[in-house]
Nanobody, 125 residues
Framework: QVQLAESGGGLVQAGGSLRLSCVAS????????RGWFRQAPGKEREFVAV????????YYADSVKGRFTISRDNAKNTVYLQMNSLKPEDTAVYYC??????????????????WGQGTQVTVSS
């Protein structure tokens, strides 16, 4: 059973920064894409960013483009989400996810098979 574990969430003021990390329990996941999603109270889970297995391709939601950066360190089996210029509307539980299929770089939740437990990010105004 693959396990993904997020960390790095917390409370930050608007305009501040946080870096989220997601570690996978199995080394073979370095060959799969990894995505970040978020879910605010009362809202559906939404796509934030995704990175291909080698970091060569990245995609972002329009709402975070230019403020968030996704990256990965395959030697550590870890993917990161650097979040700058945070806004109150970024407040949500952030989830790391991985697909069970090689090559694909999904931008919707339906494309993912493995999910972490999530980490809370709260941005105060």
């Amino acid at each position: 059973q693959v396990q993904l574990a997020e960390s790095g969430g917390g409370l930050v003021q608007a305009g501040g920064s946080l870096r989220l990390s997601c570690v996978a329990s199995k080394g073979t996941f370095s060959i799969y894409a990894r995505g970040w999603f978020r879910q605010a109270p009362g809202k559906e889970r939404e796509f934030v960013a995704v990175i291909s297995w080698n970091g060569g391709s990245t995609y972002y939601a329009d709402s975070v483009k230019g403020r968030f950066t996704i990256s990965r360190d395959n030697a550590k089996n870890t993917v990161y989400l650097q979040m700058n210029s945070l806004k109150p509307e970024d407040t949500a539980v952030y989830y790391c996810a991985a697909p069970g299929t090689l090559v694909v770089v999904p931008t919707s939740a339906a494309g993912y098979d493995y999910w972490g437990q999530g980490t809370q990010v709260t941005v105060s105004s």
